[in-house]
């Protein structure tokens, strides 16, 4: 078993989140604004139906869910032990079935080698000591021409300005000292760490979210959040 790749800051900033994460109109309301534009960007590339999909960094379920609902046999598994709590019951009182695991991805993926269809890690990465070893187990963990999809905060002045001063502390669109700006990362970046594992990006766009009307748009430019698509070669 593997150290595990945490930052015990962040596990308890997001535990302590727990009890408010499915609701709508809470400090998490930015994560179920923009859960359909996320999920609509992987049936783009995949149909979901019957496929095994992981979700790294599951949280409390948001997006697992909205997987499981689109068809997908779902995995989810997270470091915050409370969150993965909230995630089974939750999952429960909607009658889905998903498999929620409190581990960290590394340690996963040494018992899960090539099992799965898609791997999302929808706003993980920002958040990690290390995030190149977490895509280094998601690709351990998909089978040959498998599905990455990734969400995250490109590395530009705008998207500091934005996602943090904007959105922690001007607009209250989330709890303060949910982003460190020294943490984003540009989507060369993801590029650089994939290809080598055998990945080729297929598709960039930004990910537009209008604070006012809660509403997201899929969009060039991907100036601030981001999401790309890649896939796994032979």
């Known amino acids: 078993m593997t150290n595990p790749n945490q930052d015990k800051a962040e596990l308890n900033h997001f535990n302590q989140l727990a009890a408010h994460w499915w609701d709508k109109n809470g400090p998490l309301k930015t994560l179920h604004d923009i859960n359909p534009a996320r999920l609509s960007f992987v049936q783009k590339h995949q149909s979901l139906a019957g496929l095994r999909v992981l979700d790294v960094g599951c949280g409390a379920g948001i997006f697992s869910e909205a997987l499981a609902k689109a068809g997908a046999q779902v995995t989810g598994i997270d470091l915050a032990d409370e969150l993965i709590q909230v995630a089974q019951q939750h999952a429960k009182d909607s009658s889905l079935t998903i498999d929620y695991q409190c ?6 993926a040494q018992q899960h080698t090539a099992q799965f269809d898609v791997v999302v890690c929808m706003e993980l990465l920002e958040h990690v000591p290390d995030p190149a070893a977490i895509l280094a187990a ?97």
Not at 103 to 108: D, L
């Open 103 to 108: 581990v960290s991805a590394e340690n996963f």
């Open 138 to 234: 998601a690709s351990h963990c998909l089978a040959p021409q498998g599905w990455l999809f990734a969400s995250t905060i490109n590395q530009t002045f705008k998207a500091k300005a934005l996602a943090v001063w904007a959105a922690e502390t001007l607009l209250n669109l989330i709890p303060k000292g949910t982003h460190d700006a020294d943490k984003f990362i540009p989507p060369h970046q993801l590029v650089a760490w994939l290809e080598p594992l055998n990945f080729k990006p297929v598709t960039l766009t930004g990910l537009h979210y209008n604070p006012f009307k809660r509403t997201t748009q899929l969009a060039m430019p991907a100036d601030i959040n981001y999401l790309m698509a890649f896939q796994k070669n032979e």
